[in-house]
């Protein structure tokens, strides 16, 4: 009996590390998600709209000349060109109406016909019945 009670305590404790371990493991997941959560645009508000952008290079930098005592050697600056990237905007959910007039055309609808009616057969009649003997093949003996 002690050799049972041991190895159900043993079993136990075998559970209670891997459960134990299970939660340990997933803790970070569940701050992360409380934190994203908490951070989360509320519904129904809508982001702001992007300005519109040309897609390219951005306008250049420019510097203005240096200022270089006689006799110095002058350094001229490259321009600085930056390439932006273009910024994606979705379409709205307004629908796009045709814009052409449609002129009604005529439309023919069939007229109603009446449904054919359904009329029993009639009756079967009653007939006599007679009774015809069956004839037998007799064998002489």
Not at 2 to 12: D, G, I, L, T
Not at 71 to 99: H, K, Q, R
Not at 115 to 134: H, R, S, W
């Amino acid at each position: 009996m002690q050799r049972y009670r041991a190895e159900v305590e043993r079993r136990r404790r075998n559970i209670r590390l891997i459960l134990g371990a299970i939660i340990f493991i997933t803790l970070p997941f569940y701050c992360a998600g409380i934190i994203l959560w908490g951070t989360a645009q509320p519904r129904g508000q809508t982001q702001p709209t992007p300005l519109p952008t040309t897609p390219g290079v951005a306008p250049t930098a420019t510097t203005p000349p240096p200022t270089t005592a006689p006799g110095e050697a002058s350094i001229t600056p490259l321009p600085i060109t930056v390439e932006v990237p273009t910024v994606f905007v979705p379409p709205s959910d307004t629908p796009i109406l045709p814009t052409r007039v449609l002129s009604p055309t005529p439309t023919f609808l069939p007229t109603s016909t009446p449904l054919p009616t359904f009329t029993p057969p009639p009756p079967p009649t009653a007939e006599p019945i007679t009774e015809t003997p069956i004839p037998f093949d007799t064998v002489a003996p």
